[in-house]
Nanobody, 113 residues
Framework: QVQLVESGGGLVQAGGSLRLSCAAS????????MGWYRQAPGKQRESVAT???????NYADSVKGRFTISRDNAKNTVYLQMNSLKPEDTAVYYC???????WGQGTQVTVSS
């Protein structure tokens, strides 16, 4: 059974930082492409960052230079370090695996101005 469990969300002031974690089980984590997505109220879910098994990363233009995705294969965990947060980063953030396609329950990130 696939489980992706996010943690680390919360309320932060603009300019602040948060670090999200996603603990995975039930998948071959080390060979999996992992990703972070977000969905703001009234908007479609969008990709924030992805990381391949080899550690190659890809970011949405809106977060380049501010967010960093990383993974620890020994801990079956993927991280999202978010710096210089803006109010427009407010959303529910979801962790996702590619094989199989699975989603976590989401963690709320709220950035106040």
């Amino acid at each position: 059974q696939v489980q992706l469990v996010e943690s680390g969300g919360g309320l932060v002031q603009a300019g602040g930082s948060l670090r999200l974690s996603c603990a995975a089980s039930g998948i071959f984590f080390s060979i999996n492409v992992m990703g972070w997505y977000r969905q703001a109220p009234g908007k479609q879910r969008e990709s924030v960052a992805t990381i391949t098994s080899a550690g190659s990363t890809n970011y949405a233009d809106s977060v380049k230079g501010r967010f960093t995705i990383s993974r620890d294969n020994a801990k079956n965990t993927v991280y999202l370090q978010m710096n210089s947060l803006k109010p427009e980063d407010t959303a529910v953030y979801y962790c996702s695996s590619a094989l199989p396609r699975a989603w976590g329950q989401g963690t709320q990130v709220t950035v106040s101005s």
